[in-house]
């Protein structure tokens, strides 16, 4: 329950991060290996069998949920869950804007707003993960990554079922499957 009312806050907080000018001109070329990602299905993103395998169980069921179509000023969205035979779920929130707003200042401001709503629920402090999209930061307890892929995408992934000791190798190597 704590762990979903987390990350349900955080990809809330981290979808209402935009603000600022911006290009309104939708630059679908400047998104390597972005073609055909569609953040209105996260449960095509990744595979129910890579994310078992990753977790060392089975995914029994996966359930799409939270799904907004684009406009032309308004971001795709949504999130899947994946229930995993041993009882635990993982879940994928994706984004993609029509607009290049994924600036440094959006960055900053969700992670601003994911260590500051962390505080209440855990002492361990966020870690950035270099190398991984534009920007990435881990939020250990919860075990959830947060990545930038570029500056249209983003994606949330908690693996909350991970070992604590394995959770954010297995959740780069996760989202690193998601960028394409």
């Not at 990809?11 to 001109?25: E, H, I, M, R, V």
């Not at 308004?74 to 995993?84: I, M």
């Not at 930061?137 to 990554?145: A, D």
């Not at 930038?148 to 996760?174: C, H, M, S």
Request: hydrophobic share 45%.
């Amino acid at each position: 329950m704590k762990n979903s009312m987390i990350f349900a806050l955080g990809s809330a907080l981290a979808l209402s991060a935009c603000g600022g000018p911006q290009d309104k001109a939708k630059d679908e070329t400047s998104v390597a290996g972005a073609s055909g990602w569609d953040a209105t299905d996260a449960c095509k993103l990744l595979d129910k069998a890579v994310v078992g395998a990753a977790l060392g169980d089975t995914v029994t069921e996966t359930s799409l949920a939270f799904v907004h179509q684009p406009t032309a000023v308004e971001a795709a969205t949504s999130e899947c869950t994946y229930r995993l035979k041993g009882g635990g779920t993982a879940t994928l929130m994706a984004r993609r804007s029509p607009i290049a707003d994924n600036t440094p200042e959006v960055i900053a401001q969700t992670r601003k707003a994911t260590e500051t709503t962390m505080r209440a629920f855990s002492d361990k402090a966020i870690e950035d993960v270099p190398d991984l999209g534009k920007a990435a930061f881990f939020v250990p307890g919860i075990n959830q990554m947060n990545v930038f892929l570029d500056d249209q995408r983003f994606v949330v992934l908690t693996v909350g079922t991970a070992p604590r000791d394995r959770a954010k190798d297995v959740a780069a190597n996760l989202v690193q499957r998601i960028a394409g």
